[in-house]
């Protein structure tokens, strides 16, 4: 109520722009983190890993954070198999592991996020290399969903108009 008449619609707009950029981000985030855990569910299964639908789920889980996410969800189950001794099967669940979160990160994050977000996945890459040499593990945290903010918020200004002294009036 604080904004005139003529500025509402605009703002309200904006508003709803961020709120589906948001959304989409959970979205891809929460998307990515089923199919890892789905592959790490048979990955563990596989090499006969202990266990295996607890660590594969606590790596789902861990996935929601951007790339962190691997190291944490990983950790669990690298400790469970080096304190067991079973160093073979460690080696070929960190190589698997290893293979897939390259494929994840390098090409299907940047895909999948930016036709969720509307984003060219070069410029999510970039956004994630510049945003993490400024701001470290932050920085990469908070780098997509900055980056698509960003662009929300420049497309608004490009197709903004300002409201006319009689819209502004009411």
Known sequence: ?????????????????LHQVMLAFVQGQVFLGVLTGLYMFVVYSLFGVDYALLFASLFAVAELLPIIGT??????????????????????????????????????????????????????????????????????????PVAAMMIVTLRRIKTFQFPTEDEDDL
Request: net charge positive.
């Open 71 to 144: 190291y944490i969800g990983f950790t669990p189950a690298l400790l469970f198999m080096a304190f067991t001794g079973d160093f073979t099967t460690l080696l070929g669940v960190f190589t698997s592991s290893y293979i897939w979160q390259s494929l994840k990160d390098n090409i299907l994050q940047p895909q999948l996020m930016g036709n969720k977000l509307g984003m060219h996945p070069v410029f999510i890459l970039v956004s994630l290399v510049i945003c993490g040499k400024l701001g470290g593990v932050l920085g990469v945290l908070l780098a997509i």
């Open 1 to 17: 109520n604080r904004l005139p008449v003529g500025w509402r619609s605009h703002v309200k707009a904006f508003v709803e722009d």
